[in-house]
């Protein structure tokens, strides 16, 4: 495992958890934008059209 593939797994868990249990609504929005960013960066281009084309697939595309 890179170093940058472990630093992107330890940002997506913390914010991810941040996201989902605390209470304070725009510190758990900003975590959240932050998931989506960080899934964004790791799976982009690429990663989406791989998502779309099992979707395809398995017929719900």
């Given at each position: 495992m890179t170093a940058y593939a472990?630093?992107?797994?330890?940002?997506?868990a913390t914010s991810g958890g941040?996201?989902?249990?605390?209470?304070?609504?725009?510190?758990?929005?900003r975590a959240y934008r932050l998931?989506?960013?960080?899934?964004?960066?790791?799976?982009?281009?690429?990663?989406?059209?791989?998502?779309?084309?099992?979707?395809?697939?398995?017929?719900?595309?």
């Amino acid at each position: 495992m890179t170093a940058y593939a472990a630093v992107v797994m330890v940002l997506l868990a913390t914010s991810g958890g941040v996201a989902l249990f605390v209470t304070d609504t725009a510190r758990a929005d900003r975590a959240y934008r932050l998931v989506k960013l960080l899934l964004a960066a790791v799976t982009g281009g690429t990663g989406l059209v791989a998502c779309l084309i099992q979707l395809h697939q398995v017929g719900l595309l």
